[in-house]
Nanobody
């Protein structure tokens, strides 16, 4: 069973940057497809980014394309989300998720089998 723990969230001014980390324990996630989702107050949880097992394939939501970068370090069993040029619309709880299977519909929550508890990101304008 995989346990995910997100960290790195906090309060940042608009235009600033943050890097989120998602550390996995329980087993290696090196063969798993991993993703980040977020949920803003009063809104449904939405897809942010995903990365394939080897890290060769990444995909992003249109709203973060060009500003966010997802990466992974399989030696550390950790996935990252580098967030630049943050704005108030990025304020949300950010969740890390994964699946040992091929996530064909990678932008759907249902494609992922395990989740972290989330980390709060607040962008002040």
């Amino acid at each position: 069973q995989v346990h995910l723990e997100e960290s790195g969230g906090g309060l940042v001014q608009a235009g600033g940057s943050l890097t989120l980390s998602c550390a996995a324990s329980g087993r290696t996630i090196s063969s798993d497809s991993m993703a980040w989702f977020r949920q803003a107050p009063g809104k449904e949880r939405e897809f942010v980014a995903r990365i394939s097992a080897a890290g060769a394939l990444t995909q992003y939501a249109d709203s973060v394309e060009g500003r966010f970068t997802i990466s992974r370090d399989n030696a550390k069993n950790t996935v990252y989300l580098q967030m630049n040029s943050l704005n108030a619309e990025d304020t949300a709880i950010y969740y890390c998720a994964g699946t040992p299977y091929y996530a064909r519909i990678y932008y759907k929550e249902q494609s992922y089998d395990y989740w972290g508890q989330g980390t709060q990101v607040t962008v002040s304008s």
